[in-house]
């Protein structure tokens, strides 16, 4: 597709969920990219893909990040960062470490190579805030510091905070978004959409917490990586949030219901959460954006609807093997 754009981008997490859809998506416009991730590269199909370089390196080394990011960088997408509730149980420390750090990291580079950032942050910042839909500016509602649950919401707050100071006392050329529930094809089987997608075509019961009473509103790959392109590209993000979700509120249940219908699969395991995993563990009855603002600013909207979606992403399930092979690695 099309010729080069004459863009330099660099990319971290560039082989996560997120980054290779986003990374596909600036090659077919004709961007240059630069992926940075601490995973093994991953070979890429279709057009375009000489025009990505990869650097492996951890985002806390900053000497490693400077072979990424160099004054011919024109934006950083900084994606990377240890996501998903297993992996912030069983490594807290690396959770503050790569989020927070990391990110200073990726700022000072960035400050010295004179590049736009776009910081990829998440609902996840507004914790248990009940008065939904968040806006932007909401509050922060979190839980106590001996729970490691919070601390992944603390360090991309505090990620978000270094951005805006950033922004503010160097001038720097820096928006961010934030994400919610994000789903799509490749996703690591350990979210509510692609485990239960695992575990239906592995013929494996879905389970839901708490009868699936939760709300949620899930946000499609492709509409997420549109809007972070767009608040790369626009002159309005700079010193800004943005929420990046879907405002269409379904319950757990029916999210379930609905692939249990896609992939005729329809065995489902209530999991009382109160009795299994005891009364440290917190959920949130719902997470809702006010999205009013991206729409307002950067021109974007929410475009695939749920079944659309799902549709999409079991589809691209069916035939990938490789990941219907990868461990389940969510709670029972
Ligand atoms: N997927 C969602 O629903 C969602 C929701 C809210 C926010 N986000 C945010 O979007 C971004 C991307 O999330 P994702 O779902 O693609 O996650 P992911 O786990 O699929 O991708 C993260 C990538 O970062 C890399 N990485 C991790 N630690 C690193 C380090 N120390 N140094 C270099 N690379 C490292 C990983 O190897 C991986 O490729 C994250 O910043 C996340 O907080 C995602």
């Known amino acids: 597709m099309g010729g080069k754009s004459g863009r330099h981008a660099v990319v971290t997490g ?3 969920f997120v980054g290779s859809h986003l990374v596909r998506r600036l090659l077919d416009r004709g961007d240059e990219i630069t992926v940075f991730d601490s995973a093994p590269p991953q070979p890429l199909a279709g057009p375009g893909a000489e025009r990505v370089r990869h650097v492996v ?3 806390r080394d900053a000497a490693a990040l400077g072979r990424a990011i160099d004054p ?3 934006v950083v997408y900084h994606l990377a960062a240890v996501v998903g509730v297993d992996r912030y149980l069983s490594r807290p420390l690396d959770v503050i470490d790569v989020n927070f750090m990391g990110t ?3 700022l000072d580079l960035a400050h010295a190579a ?3 950032v776009v910081l990829a942050s998440t609902s996840e910042v507004f914790g248990k805030n009940p008065a939904v839909p968040w806006d932007e500016d909401g509050d922060r509602v979190l839980g106590a510091t001996s729970s490691d649950r919070w601390s992944y919401s603390s360090s991309k707050a505090l990620a978000e905070h270094a951005t805006f100071a950033f922004a503010r006392q ?6 961010i978004v934030r994400y919610f529930n994000v789903y799509g094809p490749g996703q690591r089987p350990a979210y509510i959409v692609s485990r239960s997608i695992h575990r239906a075509l592995n013929n494996r019961s879905m389970v839901v917490y708490d009868q699936g009473r939760q709300t949620r509103c899930f946000t499609y790959i492709d509409d997420a990586v549109a809007g972070t392109i767009l608040a790369a590209d626009h002159p309005g993000s700079c010193g800004q949030v943005f929420n990046i979700g879907s405002m269409v509120e379904n319950t757990v249940g029916e ?3 609905l692939i249990s219908e896609l992939t005729g699969v ?3 395991v209530d999991v009382d959460t109160a009795q299994k995993l005891g009364r440290s563990y917190e959920d949130l009855p719902r997470r809702i954006p006010n999205s009013a603002k991206a729409r307002a600013v950067l021109g974007w909207e929410c475009r695939t609807a749920l079944r659309d979606g799902l549709v999409k992403t079991i589809e691209w399930a069916r035939a990938a093997d490789w990941w219907l092979d990868l461990p389940d690695t969510g709670a029972e």
């Not at 160097?170 to 928006?175: E, F, H, M, S």
């Open 255 to 257: 999210v379930v219901r």
């Open 104 to 106: 200073r990291n990726v």
């Open 57 to 59: 390196g951890d985002l």
């Open 266 to 268: 329809d065995t489902v």
């Open 170 to 175: 160097y001038g720097l050329n820096a928006t």
């Open 14 to 16: 560039g082989n996560g």
């Open 72 to 74: 011919g960088v024109d």
């Open 114 to 116: 004179n590049a736009k």
